[in-house]
Every structure is written in C-alpha cells, then in structure tokens.
C-alpha cells in the first residue's frame, strides 16, 4: 500500500515552504453555527460541490493496512473540478454540532482529479483525524471555514472490508464495494481465482525407487528421461497413471518422485492478494516450490530422505480428499515455476499410493 505521505504528496499542492509537516489543527476558526441541523442528503445539492466525501471505510478489519502495521478506518476526498481547490481552514468532522474537529493545515491544495486519503483512526497526527467512523453508519462531512457545509453525507452500516463509495468518482450513486480503493480511482471489485495447476494435470515422475540426486528439486533438473502421466497418479486405487511399486510386493518403493512445471503470468501475479494449494496423497509427501521446501503431509521433522517412512497411514475420505494450504506469494516468481512432489509410503507392504495436486491464486479484479 502506499504509503499515506506519498498519497498526500499525490493529492495535495502545498503552499507553505519545504519542511512545513503540521498537523492538522484542532482549533478552528470562528464558524457560523445558525445551521443547528444537518442537510438532508438524500436529496444532494445540484451539481455536486467540487470537492466531496467520495470513499470511506468504517471497519477495515484486513483490508488495507496502514505503515504501521494497523488497520484503521479511512475517508478519501476527491476533487471533480477542472481547477485546483486550496481547502486551507476547511475542516471534516463526523459531528455536525462540531465541525471543526479536524481543520486541515494552511497550503493543503488539492489539484484537479486528486484524491486526499486521511486515515480516521482518533489521532492528531498528520494525515490522521482525531475520530473514528462508525461501522453502524453516521454522517461526516467537509466543511468551509465559515462553518458551511461542503459536502455531508450520511452512509449506512458498512460490510466488514467493505468501503462506501461514488461510482464513477465524484457522483451522487453511492455503493458498498469490496476493499475499496483509498487515493485511487472507485471500482467495483470481484474475486478472481485462477487456477495454475488443476487437478489431473500431467506430472512426470520417477518410480524406480532410485533416488535422483539433490537437485530433483530444482528448475533446471532434467527430468527428460522420467515418464509421465495425468494425475491421479498411483497403484492400488482407481488411478489415472498406473506406477511401478518394483517387484516385491511385500517391500515396496519408499519414495516416488514427481516433478511440475507451470506458468504464472505477469499481470496475474500483479493481482494476486493469496496463494492456495490442494493436496492429495496417499501416504505422505513433502512439497517443493522453485526449490525450497513449501510443506509436509503427514511427513515427521527433521532430514528426510529416501528411505524415510511416512507418518501417517491414508485410509476411507482421507485417500480421496484434497487438504488445502495457503502460502505466501512470495514463494512464486513471475513466469516459469517448478513444483517437485516426494510421496512416501508408511511401509513396504502399503497397499496403495495416490498423488493429485492443484495450486491457484486469488486476486481482486475490476468488474465492468
């Protein structure tokens, strides 16, 4: 996220010489109190005023997350006029006997088109108000020195992660929209999953027993000589690729190997927000993702090696079903990745062995 003083620097034109960071002021000018009521805004001003309350988030639970580390409540103004407006002694409050609650600094100038994103978190700090929004709904509004009303809105119960917003900019439509989209453009926003590996999918693999070397894991393994088959792959079940467990049936392969190789775009790793992987083995495996240990199924601590039993012992739901894991995305790289699988038995004489895999990633895309 950006961070809130590089948004500021976006928004606003400062007048004042380099170096001024004040506050935003809690004493505000004289204020004409004749209006003890505020305005009823279902029936909003025409035209609107140029710059207004366009996007607020009253519980921001996850959604965006603020330099230090918190999650706090945020409202965004906007300018929709052709010219640059200087809101010096402009306050906003949530509190119409109040208005000056928070008075912006002399030389906050917004230019035309920008945002200005102030985090409603009950601070005095620069680019904080010193009050916080109620997700049950209120009204808050910007206010003129003279106590005129700029723009006030009342906004109803908010959706957790959820922001209230103009859609387009600066219009008198209002809507909840998923996460928001504080000092940028409103959007409405839906959850995309893109699925990079899918069930069934084509896995190469070494079932001879013989282990192929620590660098099986790697990208640029050659795994040119191993065969390969759709998933799932196995013996004793109802696999797609029958594999070889060698010829004694009452000491078996401990490891199979299996490797994957899948793409992941530039614009789609751009919009990822989370990473998730389903797993389906039978007995136990441990997971590699571009050459780092990603996790264990079933799998003891320590060095695991080819003569490694399995933990566990897949049996009924267990041999069929997909355990999800997330991950963080950091783990991927924009273009070619490269799963590797270790399926190990929970002894000689196991009577089967299955392995599946799907790996997706989730990202919040614009929705026409």
């Known amino acids: 996220m950006l961070t809130l003083f590089a948004l500021l620097a976006m928004a606003c034109t400062p007048t004042d010489p380099p170096g001024d960071s004040s506050p935003i002021e809690e004493t505000a000018p004289p204020r004409d109190t004749q209006d003890s009521e505020p305005p009823d805004d279902t029936d909003p001003p025409t035209p609107l005023p140029a710059v207004v ?7 921001n639970e996850g959604a965006h997350q603020a330099d230090d580390g918190s999650f706090p409540d945020w409202l965004e103004l906007y300018n929709a006029d052709q010219n640059a407006v200087d809101l010096s002694g402009y306050s906003i409050s949530d509190d119409w006997t109040e208005k000056a609650q928070a008075v912006l600094p002399q030389g906050t100038t917004m230019e035309p088109g920008a945002y200005l994103l102030l985090y409603a978190d009950d601070s005095d700090q620069p680019g904080h108000l010193p009050f916080k929004l109620s997700a049950q709904g209120e009204g808050v509004g910007v206010f003129a020195p003279d106590g005129e009303a700029l723009d006030w809105i009342t906004f109803p119960p908010l959706v957790e992660d959820h922001s209230y917003a103009r859609l387009p900019d600066g219009e008198q439509s209002w809507e909840q929209v998923a996460r928001g989209t504080p000092g ?3 959007l409405r926003q839906t959850v995309q999953t893109t699925a990079l590996v899918e069930r069934g999918a084509t896995w190469r693999y070494l079932d001879s027993g013989e282990y192929p070397g620590d660098a099986w894991v790697q990208a640029e393994f050659d795994d040119a000589s191993w065969a390969s088959g759709p998933a799932p792959l196995g013996y004793g079940d109802s696999q797609t690729t029958e594999l070889s467990y060698g010829d004694d049936a009452s000491n078996k392969h401990i490891t199979t190997w299996f490797r994957h190789p899948f793409d992941l775009p530039a614009d ?5 927000s989370e990473a998730s992987l389903g797993l389906r083995v039978d007995d136990g495996a441990v997971v590699w993702l571009n050459g ?7 799998m003891g601590d320590g060095e695991i090696g080819p003569d490694s039993y399995a933990t566990d012992t897949a049996s009924g739901d267990n041999e069929t079903n997909y355990t999800s894991y997330d991950f963080e995305l950091g783990l991927l790289v ?6 590797a699988v270790e399926v190990h038995q929970n002894g000689g004489t196991s009577s089967d062995l299955t ?7 989730e990202g919040w895309v614009e929705v026409e």
């Open 184 to 186: 940028a453009s409103n």
């Open 355 to 361: 392995l599946d895999l799907e790996l997706s990633v």
């Open 292 to 298: 780092a240990e990603l996790l264990r199924q079933g």
């Open 268 to 272: 789609t790793l751009a919009s990822a």
């Open 53 to 59: 309350v366009n996007e607020l988030m009253a519980d």
């Open 334 to 339: 924009e273009g070619a990745n490269q799963l």
